[in-house]
């Protein structure tokens, strides 16, 4: 099997893994009129640690983006998108789900992008290899991933 045929099977394989049983899948997650989703994408709580781990590295990452001075032991914080310092006390848990899960419903043009996201993405690699992955991609973020980020998030109140 090729190269380009196992990339291929090993993203069908981890699009079909990346839905726990009993989360809820990127196409039926439930946005408010705002972008909010107010129930819990797996029912479990999220793990603080696990999201403080993810915001540093793997397909989180947010610290490329934002500037968080609680994880101040790390370097390169981004500075496109915004101080994220007393986010919790900016937004309510079901708003920092809905913007972890596909900031796009809330904030129309962002460029963060759509952690818990399957399809209707732009694949420019069609113009230019003609190589771009088809049908649904894995999400960036399992659901448990998403809510352990959320539980972080909500760990960053104003001191």
Known sequence: MGRFALGIAATFAAATMAVAEGAIAPGDVEYDEYGAVAA????????????????????????????????????????IGPMLDGVADRWTEADLRGIVANAKVMFDGTMMPSFYKTTGYTRPGDAYTGKAAQGELAPLLTAQEVEDVVAYLMTLKET
């Open 40 to 79: 819990s994408l797996t029912g479990v709580a999220g793990d603080a640690e696990n999201g403080k781990l993810l915001m540093n590295k793997g397909a989180g990452n947010c610290i490329a983006c934002h500037a968080v001075s609680a994880l101040s032991e790390l370097s390169f914080h981004g500075e």
